[in-house]
């Protein structure tokens, strides 16, 4: 991956002198370096790389750009920091990463010479259009999360609870070559598929209900996205066909919207108006979709307020559900990544309702 493109494309956005990154994810996206504690300081001519000694071996093996490197004790990296960014006028600390303690700390304490200014998810924006090898490794966790699933279906027959069955999803993607899931799986069965974030209980499931399955695999730090509704045997009531029939539509013109160029909104509106006009515009209660990477949700947002236009690169979810509290709920999504005419989907599970 294009580690030092990702500092010279940083630079280019920068209107501050210097930019002190601490968000972890951001690190890892700059500079390959996985640990959880570490800071980088992006000047317009160097970069200065701050850990401490738990990561002295790690940040030697996994540093993929070229940088000073500093380990020590936290006051040890603080003076490395403010000596590099002695001569920086205006200093840029990450306004969605810093609590407001550690700015009054910065600024009074740290940087007392220079203005310490906020960004605006600087390396957030960078990281919304991904590269080849980024696209890779998202298709290589969604491959997983497929092949999981089918794996397990047949479980569902035999009345796992929601536990259970989270439980067998998550280490079958381990056994796979997933990392971790890549959140927290959702297992919601009968009435609980009407809590779009549900959290497996000890509920069985039973046959002829509904089952919200909302699940991902982390490879290599990036995440796969994916849910199935399915019912385990025929629906016990014709509704449940009706509304995954209306949800699947829903999904497929969200999906067929998609493109280069395209407002994010208009996904949104093509999912709604498929399920409004099956009259249950007020029961798709959240929005369409959101971009997935090295987060499980970051930008672009896919919405009825989003104001983003996708962009060939963009890797999004298109997610519609219907829920219903007295009968369950039904939601399909995919991961889909943006192509200059259209898109391409990494999630390949079936869309049939019945298990």
């Known amino acids: 991956m294009d580690h030092a493109g990702r500092i010279e494309r940083l630079r280019a956005a920068m209107q501050c002198d210097a930019l002190l990154v601490t968000n972890p994810k951001n690190i890892r996206y700059l500079t390959g370096f996985t640990g959880s504690a570490a800071m980088v300081l992006v000047t317009g001519d160097g970069v200065l790389f701050t850990s401490d000694g738990r990561y002295a071996t790690q940040a030697a093996e996994q540093l993929r750009v070229d940088a000073q490197v500093e380990i020590g004790l936290p006051s040890f990296q603080r003076d490395a920091v403010v000596k590099a960014a002695s001569a920086c006028g205006r200093v840029g600390l990450e306004a969605a990463s810093v609590t407001w303690a550690q700015q009054r700390l910065m600024a009074g304490e740290w940087f007392t010479s220079a203005e310490v200014v906020p960004t605006d998810r600087l390396v957030e924006r960078l990281r919304e259009v991904k590269e080849a090898a980024e696209v890779e490794r998202i298709a290589a966790a969604a491959s997983i999360a497929d092949a999981a699933l089918a794996a397990l279906l047949p479980m569902l027959h035999e009345g796992p609870t929601e536990a259970e ?191």
């Open 165 to 355: 069955f989270g439980l067998a999803l998550d280490m079958e993607m381990r056994r796979r070559g997933a990392t971790a899931p890549s959140f927290e799986t959702i297992v919601a069965s009968g009435p609980n598929g009407a809590k779009p974030h549900h959290r497996p209980s000890t509920r069985r499931v039973e046959r002829g209900e509904l089952v919200v399955l909302d699940f991902g695999a982390l490879v290599d730090g990036y995440c796969s996205d994916m849910t199935r509704t399915v019912s385990v045997g025929e629906p016990a009531d014709p509704l449940y066909a009706r509304m995954h029939d209306v949800v699947r539509q829903s999904q497929a013109a969200g999906v067929a919207a998609v493109s280069s160029g395209v407002a994010a909104v208009g996904i949104d509106t093509a999912c709604r108006d498929v399920i409004g006009a099956a009259g249950w515009g007020d029961r798709f209660v959240h929005g369409t979709g959101h971009g997935v990477g090295l987060d499980i949700h970051e930008a672009p947002a896919v919405g009825s307020t989003s104001t983003d236009t996708l962009a060939a690169g963009n890797v999004v979810t298109v997610e519609p559900g219907v829920y219903l509290p007295e009968h369950g709920g039904v939601r399909i999504e995919d991961t889909v990544v943006v192509t200059p005419d259209g898109c391409r989907i990494l999630t390949q599970s079936p869309k049939e309702l019945v298990a």
